[in-house]
């Protein structure tokens, strides 16, 4: 039989080697969409995010920054990103590993390797 001050010492010997080996958290990944004049914007991004409609552009918020679909551009924290036709009909994002992709209508006009801030 175990005597209590050894199976404490064990426990606590387990605990030690959990917070030895390391812990890392990862943030799950948000799939996001709205549809502001007549245009599906879908966002998938590593992390928390979030998508609203603003007048006749969409706002995404995540850990680049805040990106805003316009009629004929992309911008994140205000400066340009990519020119999109003003008729694209669906703008996808999207960002993993702290890559950077952005498709209108299916064709990619932006992608950018390693963006993580």
């Not at 030690?16 to 948000?30: M, N, P, T, V, Y």
Request: proline share 2%; charged share 30%; with cysteine.
């Amino acid at each position: 039989m175990i005597a209590p001050l050894e199976r404490f010492g064990l426990l606590l010997f387990a605990v030690a080697c959990l917070f030895a080996s390391g812990c890392e958290h990862k943030a799950g990944r948000s799939i996001l969409g709205t549809t502001v004049a007549g245009r599906e914007v879908t966002a998938s991004l590593d992390g928390n995010g979030f998508i609203s409609g603003r007048d006749d552009v969409a706002v995404v918020r995540f850990a680049l920054g805040e990106m805003v679909v316009a009629k004929d551009r992309v911008d994140l924290d205000g400066k340009e990103l990519a020119k999109i036709p003003g008729e694209t009909k669906k703008v996808e994002i999207d960002y993993t590993n702290g890559a950077l992709m952005i498709k209108a209508d299916g064709e990619t006009v932006l992608h950018k390797e390693s963006t993580k801030k």
